[in-house]
């Protein structure tokens, strides 16, 4: 069992020598810090959403994204709407946001081809995502948009936020307050800007240390030989030869 978010707010408060004065705060930090987490970097967890229905409404270039999108896997356009001498589905192109807007005729009419999307944030951790689609759709169509999904982090306190390392998150979380000037003068100079990197790096380590690693060691005879009791840990030298 890992912490829940009032436990992880509670535990950051106290690092500082601070109390509930720091709950909104902190709430917000923490929100900001799961956000970061999220989008920064990809995880197995999160990719677990079956792919969403969206409508691509004739003569509108832009389409509703799902509320919890986080990053674009693919998208199909479901073809079984038109004759029956077109594919069932059709891939669409992801294009940068960027690129779309440097299409020479974007109210172009025709069946979908590509898609974009463009991120804006209204507030902290609170990104909004607005999808496009080119041709303009010359009719209503059906598409399939499979994505990495983001979890809810504005979750009650009461629950245990979407990430297998909560006790990491109180080390993060208590770093940004310092970094905010929560702290005696010394925390505050310990403060480190590069400690989201720091733990995220480590967690990728241990996930391999638990998969790949250990596999390709077993392998290899100039770490692991058998043993009377299996596969043992050479105690000597590596064979360098």
């Given at each position: ?189 310990a403060y480190d800007p590069d400690l ?20 390709i060691a077993r392998k290899d005879t ?20």
């Amino acid at each position: 069992m890992g912490l829940s978010k009032n436990n992880i707010i509670l535990a950051a408060q106290q690092n500082v020598s601070r109390g509930t004065e720091l709950d909104t705060i902190a709430g917000n930090r923490l929100d900001f810090v799961l956000d970061q987490i999220y989008e920064n970097y990809t995880w197995e967890f999160l990719s677990k959403q079956p792919p969403a229905t969206v409508t691509l409404t004739a003569a509108s270039q832009t389409w509703t994204v799902p509320s919890d999108y986080l990053k674009f896997l693919n998208m199909m356009l479901v073809r079984s709407d038109l004759n029956a001498s077109n594919p069932q589905n059709t891939p669409l192109e992801k294009y940068s946001f960027v690129d779309y807007q440097r299409l020479s005729n974007p109210l172009q009419t025709g069946t979908p081809q590509l898609v974009a999307l463009n991120k804006t944030y209204t507030d902290v951790g609170g990104p909004g995502v607005t999808g496009y689609v080119w041709p303009v759709p010359d009719i209503t169509y059906t598409a399939r948009l499979a994505y990495y999904y983001k979890p809810d982090y504005s979750i009650t306190g009461t629950l245990e936020p979407t990430f297998p390392h909560t006790g990491d998150l109180v080390a993060l979380l208590t770093n940004e307050l310092i970094g905010m000037g929560y702290g005696s003068m010394e925390m505050r100079r310990a403060y480190d800007p590069d400690l989201m990197e720091k733990i995220m790096r480590k967690t990728r380590l241990n996930e391999t240390d638990n998969g790949m690693v250990p596999l390709i060691a077993r392998k290899d005879t100039r770490i692991f030989r058998s043993g009377r009791y299996g596969r043992t840990s050479r105690t000597s030298t590596w064979d360098r030869s």
